[in-house]
C-alpha cells in the first residue's frame, strides 16, 4: 500500500508538467487575463483530480520493448539430475549455508509517514490563515455606500450583494469568503473621493465575481497536497497573479481612467508590503510594478469573467487531455515474458560463466557476495554452479534470499532458481513449501506488481496450477493490453490439458494431474474469446513427430497419444480461426497430424546446419549434439528457433546457424547439429 500510494503520487507528478507544457503552449498567445487564468485553473483541477482519475479511467500502457540479453533459450539444456544419481559435490566452504535468509525491510512506511507528516503540517498552517479571516471578518463593522449596489449591478452581480465591512485588521481593500463573500474596507476609506472608492469597489467585486476566493483556497489545497512539487508552488502565485491581472481589466473597465488607477495600486501597495493571509488583497509591491505595467497598456479592457461558452470548450477540451493522462502509463513496466520470448529473458551469460566455475572460484564469489548482496549476476553465477553439482543447501540459501528481496526479477523461474514440489535430489517438500509460503507473502505484497505476480504463477504451475492462474489473471488485469499474460495462461491450460493428454502405459511413469483443473483448462480455452488464448494452446498442444519410439514398446500408447493431442490442437486452432479469421498464425501447421514416424524423404530433406565450434567450448574439448526445434513461414525462411537439448557452451552457436539455413514451408522441424571435435 505505501509502495502504491507513493508511486501514484509520483505518476501525477509527472504527468501534471506534462499537463504545465501543454497549458503554456496554449496561452503564449492569449493576452486576455481571465482567459489565461481559466486555462491554468483547468491544469489545477487536473493535478487534483488526477489521483481519483487514476482509480477511475482504466490504463493503456505504453508497450517497450527491451533487448533480451542473450539467446538464452539454452537454460533448459542443463543436464537434469535424476533421482538416484551419485553427483561429485566438492568441498566449499560457505558462510553459514543454512542460515535463513534475512528479512527484508519494506523501506517505504518511513517516505509515507514523513509525507502525511508534512502534508498535515501545511494542511493545519492553512486552516490557521482562514481561521484568523473569519475572526477578523466577525469582528469587522458593517457600512454602507450606493457605490456599491452601482459597480454590482456593473459587474452583473446577482442580488443580494456582498456585505461591505470595515476592518481595523487590513490596510489595504480584500475580499473573504466563498458561500457568503464579503468586501474588506480599512478604516480610512471614508476619505477617498467617489472615483476611488468606485474603482477600489471595481476590483473587489470582480474577485466575487470570478469566484477567485474558491480559486485561491484550491491552490492552497494543492500545494499542501503536493508540497514536494515546485509546479504547485508555482501554480498558486501564477492562478493568484493572473486573477488581479483580470479584476484590474475589469476595474478599468468601469473606471475608464488607467493612469489614475495606477496610481491607486501603487498607493496600496505602499500601505501593506504583504498580503493578508487567506484573503485577496487588492495590491501588495511584490507584483505591483508588473500590474501597472499591465494596466497603462491595456487598449481594450476585457471583462473580468470568461464566458460559459468559453468554459464549456476549455472544459471539453480539458477532459479528454486528463482522462488520456490518466490512462497512459508514462513509465512502462519492465516487459512480461509471453510464450514466444520466455527463455529469451534469462541472463545466459552469468549461466555459462557459473557452469565453468571451480571450488576456488565458488568459495571467492561467496566473499565478494557477502559484501554486495545485489550483484544479481554473481549471485546466477553460484546458483548455476550449485545447480551442476546439486548442493542443494547453498543453493536453496540463494533461491530464497532471491525471493524475499528481488521477486520482481527475470531470474526467477529457471532449473537454476526454480523449486520442484516432486521427490528431487535438489530440494525437499518442507522447502518447496518454504518456497511456497514467500511467493504467497510476496504476491500478496506486490498485488500491483504484474512481475511478482508472474513469477508466483511460475512457481504454483504445477503443485496449484488454481493459485497459478488466479494470479495470472490479476496479472492481467494490471495489464490489459500485454497479450504475455494471455499467452502465459495458454501455457498453463495446455501444460494441464498435455499432461491428461500423456499416453498411458505401465512402462511409462506419469505426473500427476489435477482433473478439476484439466476440466477448468477445457472450459477456459473451448469457450475463450480471444484469439491468442485458444490459439497458443492449440500450437502448443500440437504433437512433435514421434520418430524416435519407433521400436518402443510403447509406441502404440505415443500414437495414441499423439493421435488426441493432434485432434484437440485442430479444435482449438479453428476456435481461434473463427475469431481472428484473417491471422495467419492460426492457420493448421502441416506437422498437427504427424504422429507417425518420418519417411526417408522427409528425413533426407532435413536442413544441414554448419555452425563454427565456439573457441570455448573446443579448448574445454566439450563436443556433444545440440537438438533444435525450428519454424518456418511459408517461402521456409526460419522464424523460430527453440532449443530442446544441448551444453550451454554448444547452444548459441547452433541457434545462430540454424537462422540462416531453409527448411519446409509451413513446418515445425527437429534437427540435430552435431559437434565433433577432431583428434
Known sequence: MPESFLNGLFAVSIRALCLVALAWLLTLGIRRASLNHAIWMVVLGGMLFLPALNLIVPPMPIPVRLPALAPAAALKSLPTIAAGNTVRQPSIPVARPDAPPTKRRNPYPIPLAAYLAVTAAFLTRLALGYWRVRRLVRASVPISTPVLEQVAVAHSLAWPFPDLLESSGVRVPAVAGLREPVVLLPPGWRHWDEWELRAVLAHELAHVRRRDWAAALAASVNKCLFWFHPLAWWLERRLAALAEAACDEGAVRITRDPRRYAQLLLAFASRAPFAQSGALAMARASNVERRIDRVLNLRLPA?????????????????????????????????????????????????????????????????????????????????????????????????????????????????????????????????????????????????????????????????????????????????????????????????????????????????PVDAAFVARARTALETAQEAELAGTAGLMLIPIDPGFYEDAPWKDAFDASAKRASAYAALLLERARSLEPENPRWRQPAGVRRFSSPSAASTAALPVISPAYPPLAQHARIQGTVRLSITSDREGRVTQVKVVSGHPLLVPAAVEAAKQVTTHPDSVTQVDVPFTLSR
Request: one cysteine or more; proline letters at 10%; glycine letters at 8%.
Open 303 to 511: 471583462g473580468p469573467v470568461v464566458s460559459k461558452g468559453a468554459w464549456a470548450l476549455l472544459l471539453a477540451c480539458g477532459i479528454p487531455i486528463l482522462c488520456a493522462a490518466a490512462a497512459l502509463q508514462l513509465t512502462p513496466p519492465p516487459p512480461v515474458p509471453g510464450a514466444a520470448d520466455w527463455e529469451d529473458a534469462y541472463p545466459m551469460q552469468s549461466l555459462i560463466e557459473g557452469w565453468a566455475m571451480t571450488p576456488a572460484d565458488a568459495q571467492a564469489a561467496e566473499s565478494k557476495l557477502a559484501a554486495e548482496p545485489g550483484d544479481l549476476a554473481l549471485r546466477m553465477k553460484l546458483l548455476s554452479y550449485y545447480f551442476q553439482y546439486a548442493m542443494h543447501q547453498p543453493r536453496l540459501r540463494h533461491i530464497f534470499w532471491l525471493i524475499e528481496h528481488h521477486p520482481e526479477s527475470n531470474v526467477h523461474g529457471g532449473r537454476q532458481t526454480g523449486l520442484i514440489a516432486r521427490p528431487n535430489p535438489l530440494n525437499s517438500h518442507a522447502d518447496y513449501d518454504r518456497g511456497k509460503e514467500l511467493w504467497r507473502s510476496q504476491a500478496q505484497i506486490h498485488r500491483d506488481d504484474p512481475r511478482v505476480l508472474g513469477n508466483a504463477a511460475a512457481y504454483f504451475r504445477e503443485a496449484d496450477p488454481f493459485e497459478a492462474e488466479n494470479l495470472l489473471l490479476q496479472a492481467r488485469r494490471l495489464e490489459p493490453g500485454n497479450p504475455g499474460w494471455t499467452r502465459r495462461l495458454a501455457i498453463l491450460y495446455a501444460g494441464a490439458i498435455g499432461i491428461d493428454l500423456a499416453p498411458v502405459s505401465p512402462g511409462i511413469p506419469g505426473r
